[in-house]
């Protein structure tokens, strides 16, 4: 085997191992493949709130205490049904069809959903679509 030939395997080795990294961080949330819901990248159910509308968070202040929202990277661009709007305070969050995504503060363990139907049914566990 020439040095050419290793050199080339081995790189390829490494654009293959880093391949996923790659994608894993390009996904703001997860399925959750036995219900549907969606999650944050540690499992965590996330939320839609029925008084968010065009886009524009509703969830301040205490709200966004009890319902931290996912936030975005200041660089995370928008792609497919996975969306990046500015919260009031200026920072960013993801949204999913257009839905602010959040999580809850009582949800102590992946695939909990406590706060599903909150609020008068205002608060729902998110699903794809």
């Known amino acids: 085997m020439t040095y050419f030939t290793q050199t080339t395997k081995a790189l390829a080795m490494m654009a293959a191992l880093a391949l996923p990294a790659l994608a894993f961080a ?3 949330a997860m399925v959750d493949k036995e219900n549907g819901m969606l999650t944050d990248h540690k499992s965590m159910t996330l939320y839609t709130f029925a008084e968010d509308a065009d886009g524009k968070s509703a969830c301040n202040g205490q709200c966004a205490t009890n319902w931290p929202p996912l936030m975005a990277d200041k660089n995370a661009k928008s792609m497919g049904k996975w969306t990046v709007i500015k919260r009031e305070d200026g920072s960013m969050q993801w949204a999913y069809n257009g ?4 999580t809850f503060i009582k949800d102590k363990a992946p695939g909990e959903a406590t706060g599903d139907g909150l ?5 729902k566990a998110a699903k794809a679509d």
């Open 26 to 28: 390009a996904e703001p």
């Open 99 to 102: 839905k602010p995504l959040y």
């Open 119 to 123: 609020k008068n049914g205002a608060w």
